[in-house]
């Protein structure tokens, strides 16, 4: 076999073909809801599997049945619960094993290998996984503090579907980061046996990054949870209202937008060429555009007044 092929088999593991398929499955849902209503024949059920929060009241019509799968959204806080927990004991595997040299479980490493992690490779940084790791941890533990002290959530719902989905990516998506974990049996390789000597100048423009569109997302949750208080901080109503400040002056969701910046800045800490990771990246580009297209139609049917100039989801462009 020539030695080309083993790569070429190699290139499309497990893990890839999910984040492939997740991908190309947000991308089409994305273009159906660009296309002009009538041209495509609608789909109740294919709507409130998409849709969630304000943006139910928008689509079509709800049947009691659809009803019977509502989940309340502000039981978003599960999500990161499970992901501080899940994602917690990842990092505490990774650095035991990075620093003490204590080999990764039987279980967890024979789980890694299913997913389509390479043994071995010796072009990959420990360090960038072990950094992009910490990042979604912090990342959760702050969505688990706004969800607690920061958004005022309504009466607003998500399908069923959605809240297992939710609860099972943030589990695949720690798997993702651990497999790209340079490996050596169950021990991580570490190239010149010092961690901080793999220390590249995309581990400093990634966790920039990563801060600055952290901030970014932070500010816009408090944007949003204050159009709910008065100035003493009481929560006096759940209506919506027209949102100002910060990237909201740019687009109607800000912090869809900063979600995936903070996503581009873990491929950033990869070193840019984690093929992997940049599917993730895409998952997310097409997953946090529809979500925001969703919400500007909703703004922009509910208020009049809603400033033409913003954009759905990128600035000047979309």
């Given at each position: 076999?020539?030695?080309?092929?083993?790569?070429?088999?190699?290139a499309l593991n497990p893990l890839r073909a999910l984040w492939?398929?997740?991908?190309?499955?947000?991308?089409?849902?994305?273009?159906?809801?660009?296309?002009?209503?009538?041209?495509?024949?609608?789909?109740?059920?294919?709507?409130?599997?998409?849709?969630?929060?304000?943006?139910?009241?928008?689509?079509?019509?709800?049947?009691?049945?659809?009803?019977?799968?509502?989940?309340?959204?502000?039981?978003?806080?599960?999500?990161?619960?499970?992901?501080?927990?899940?994602?917690?004991?990842?990092?505490?595997?990774?650095?035991?094993?990075?620093?003490?040299?204590?080999?990764?479980?039987?279980?967890?490493?024979?789980?890694?290998?299913?997913?389509?992690?390479?043994?071995?490779?010796?072009?990959?940084?420990?360090?960038?996984?072990?950094?992009?790791?910490?990042?979604?941890?912090?990342?959760?533990?702050?969505?688990?503090?706004?969800?607690?002290?920061?958004?005022?959530?309504?009466?607003?719902?998500?399908?069923?579907?959605?809240?297992?989905?939710?609860?099972?990516?943030?589990?695949?998506?720690?798997?993702?980061?651990?497999?790209?974990?340079?490996?050596?049996?169950?021990?991580?390789?570490?190239?010149?046996?010092?961690?901080?000597?793999?220390?590249?100048?995309?581990?400093?423009?990634?966790?920039?990054?990563?801060?600055?569109?952290?901030?970014?997302?932070?500010?816009?949750?408090?944007?949003?949870?204050?159009?709910?208080?008065?100035?003493?901080?009481?929560?006096?109503?759940?209506?919506?209202?027209?949102?100002?400040?910060?990237?909201?002056?740019?687009?109607?969701?800000?912090?869809?937008?900063?979600?995936?910046?903070?996503?581009?800045?873990?491929?950033?800490?990869?070193?840019?060429?984690?093929?992997?990771?940049?599917?993730?990246?895409?998952?997310?580009?097409?997953?946090?555009?529809?979500?925001?297209?969703?919400?500007?139609?909703?703004?922009?049917?509910?208020?009049?007044?809603?400033?033409?100039?913003?954009?759905?989801?990128?600035?000047?462009?979309?």
């Open positions: 076999m020539a030695p080309w092929a083993g790569v070429e088999l190699s492939l398929a997740l991908t190309a499955a947000f991308l089409l849902t994305l273009v159906l809801q660009l296309v002009p209503a009538g041209l495509v024949p609608g789909c109740a059920l294919f709507q409130d599997l998409i849709r969630y929060g304000k943006t139910k009241r928008e689509g079509p019509s709800r049947s009691a049945a659809c009803r019977v799968f509502d989940v309340p959204k502000r039981y978003f806080s599960h999500f990161y619960v499970i992901s501080v927990l899940w994602n917690g004991f990842l990092l505490w595997h990774l650095t035991q094993s990075l620093f003490l040299g204590v080999p990764f479980p039987y279980w967890l490493h024979g789980l890694l290998r299913i997913l389509g992690a390479a043994q071995f490779q010796g072009s990959e940084l420990a360090l960038s996984a072990f950094l992009v790791l910490v990042f979604l941890w912090l990342h959760s533990l702050r969505r688990l503090f706004e969800c607690f002290y920061v958004s005022v959530f309504s009466n607003a719902v998500i399908h069923v579907v959605q809240y297992c989905f939710g609860l099972v990516y943030y589990v695949l998506i720690g798997l993702t980061v651990l497999s790209q974990v340079p490996m050596d049996g169950r021990n991580v390789y570490v190239i010149g046996k010092n961690l901080l000597m793999q220390a590249r100048w995309f581990h400093i423009l990634g966790m920039m990054m990563f801060i600055w569109s952290s901030v970014h997302q932070y500010k816009c949750h408090v944007i949003l949870g204050n159009l709910r208080k008065n100035k003493a901080g009481v929560v006096i109503h759940c209506n919506h209202r027209i949102p100002f400040g910060d990237w909201f002056e740019y687009v109607s969701s800000p912090n869809y937008l900063a979600e995936l910046m903070i996503y581009i800045s873990m491929a950033v800490t990869f070193g840019f060429h984690n093929l992997t990771w940049w599917l993730v990246v895409t998952y997310v580009f097409f997953s946090q555009a529809l979500s925001a297209l969703l919400s500007h139609k909703f703004y922009k049917s509910k208020f009049v007044s809603y400033p033409k100039h913003r954009k759905a989801f990128l600035p000047f462009l979309f």
